[in-house]
T-cell receptor, first 113, second 115 residues
Framework: NAGVTQTPKFRVLKTGQSMTLLCAQD?????MYWYRQDPGMGLRLIHY???????AKGEVPDGYNVSRLKKQNFLLGLESAAPSQTSVYFC????????????FGDGTRLSIL | AQSVTQLGSHVSVSEGALVLLRCNYS??????LFWYVQYPNQGLQLLLK??????LVKGINGFEAEFKKSETSFHLTKPSAHMSDAAEYFC?????????????FGAGTRLFVKA
């Protein structure tokens, strides 16, 4: 019963490097989300997707791109990493209805030097 | 704009004592309300949710929350704290008729349990 799986779990990058964070869900959820978690700020939505082939900007989208080529996968890309992007990144998924909770992965801890 | 406030970034209780974590929301129409728990190095897990049914909601691990429309509150309680309850707790709100992408999370309250 995997739920939401994120890879990698940890990564250290140098400023200017690029990378892709992977998220996979096996619950057939329509919606998927990428959040970043910083101390004292709760979770902030970066990008989200309401279905295969669709993406939209969240609260803090600058510096990130996403793709959802398959329903079960949602990728988050950093084209040119900056120290301000040091954070813990969480992927989540949910059914389409607003009364349903989100299911979270265990996070990716990313440090940008 | 909708918002959610968790009073107290840190709460400390003794083992066996009452746990009370506060959450207030601002919305003209009652939203759907959720409490999540986050253990170290893990993602958020659902504790309980309010979706316009009973105002007293029971969740996992002995937690419950009461929706009070007049106070725009959804406080989380547990009668007797256990060491394993030490974690960070997040209140979240989603406007009815929207989707999870409209969910607003509170800043979180870290619960410490003293032996």
């Amino acid at each position: 019963n995997a739920g939401v799986t994120q890879t990698p779990k940890f990564r250290v990058l140098k400023t200017g490097q690029s990378m892709t964070l992977l998220c996979a869900q096996d619950m057939n959820h329509e919606y998927m989300y990428w959040y970043r978690q910083d101390p004292g700020m709760g979770l902030r939505l970066i990008h989200y997707s309401v279905g295969e082939g669709t993406t939209a900007k969240g609260e803090v989208p600058d510096g990130y791109n996403v793709s959802r080529l398959k329903k079960q996968n949602f990728l988050l890309g950093l084209e040119s990493a900056a120290p301000s992007q040091t954070s813990v990144y969480f992927c989540a998924s949910s059914p389409a209805s607003s009364n349903q909770p989100q299911h979270f992965g265990d996070g990716t801890r990313l440090s940008i030097l | 704009a909708q918002s959610v406030t968790q009073l107290g970034s840190h709460v400390s209780v003794s083992e066996g004592a009452l746990v009370l974590l506060r959450c207030n929301y601002s919305s003209s129409v009652p939203p759907y309300l959720f409490w999540y728990v986050q253990y170290p190095n893990q993602g958020l897990q659902l504790l309980l949710k309010y979706t316009s049914a009973a105002t007293l909601v029971k969740g996992i691990n002995g937690f419950e929350a009461e929706f009070k429309k007049s106070e725009t509150s959804f406080h989380l309680t547990k009668p007797s704290a256990h060491m394993s309850d030490a974690a960070e707790y997040f209140c979240a709100v989603t406007p009815q008729g929207t989707g999870g992408f409209k969910t607003i999370f509170g800043a979180g309250t870290r619960l410490f349990v003293k032996a």
